[in-house]
């Protein structure tokens, strides 16, 4: 477990700089790119505590929660573009 703890300390610190450019970010596009950041960060996370716990239903989870997040991304994209659904 604690040969883990530098990469988990290291993706909170990520995440967290991430989240501050979500809170901070000067428009809607920059705020756009770092909740899609954050969500790699989340999937490369879960990634980790599935190789931390032995556990493969991680790596299942963090794989359609990266599909979902690509799809939200894409919609809220076009959102910003202004172009029809």
Excluded: E
């Excluded at 967290?16 to 809607?28: D, K, Q, S």
């Excluded at 505590?49 to 690509?70: E, K, P, Q, R």
């Amino acid at each position: 477990m604690i040969d883990w703890l530098p990469a988990v300390i290291v993706m909170a610190v990520c995440i967290i700089i991430a989240v501050a450019r979500i809170l901070i970010g000067p428009g809607a596009p920059t705020r756009l790119v770092a909740f899609d950041t954050t969500n790699t960060l989340v999937v490369a996370s879960m990634v980790i505590v599935g190789m931390m716990f032995n556990h493969a239903i991680f790596i299942d989870v963090a794989i359609v929660y990266a599909l979902l997040s690509f799809t939200m991304t894409l919609y809220v994209a076009k959102f910003i573009g202004g172009s029809k659904f």
